[in-house]
């Protein structure tokens, strides 16, 4: 399947699974957006740091999830 990036003009082929929801669409925007901006200025990566990874987890440390929950038909 050929993806065309808006943000670079290119079209690259690769094989995904079509968009099926307004909310992968999204989020395939965002991580485009991303893409871009990495191959654009890859001198802004940053390692994960030890101190980043800690301040990541305490955002989700209350979160609990049900792997065994059944989903929603518009999370399928």
Sequence with gaps: MANFNAFTGRTSYCEETPLSSENEYRAALILSILE?????????????????????????????????????????
């Design 36 to 76: 871009n901006d990495m191959q654009q200025h890859p001198e802004k990566l940053q390692p994960l740091t030890a101190s980043m990874r800690r301040s990541a987890e305490s955002l989700v440390e209350s979160v609990e999830i049900d792997f065994g929950a059944q989903l929603l038909k518009e999370d399928e």
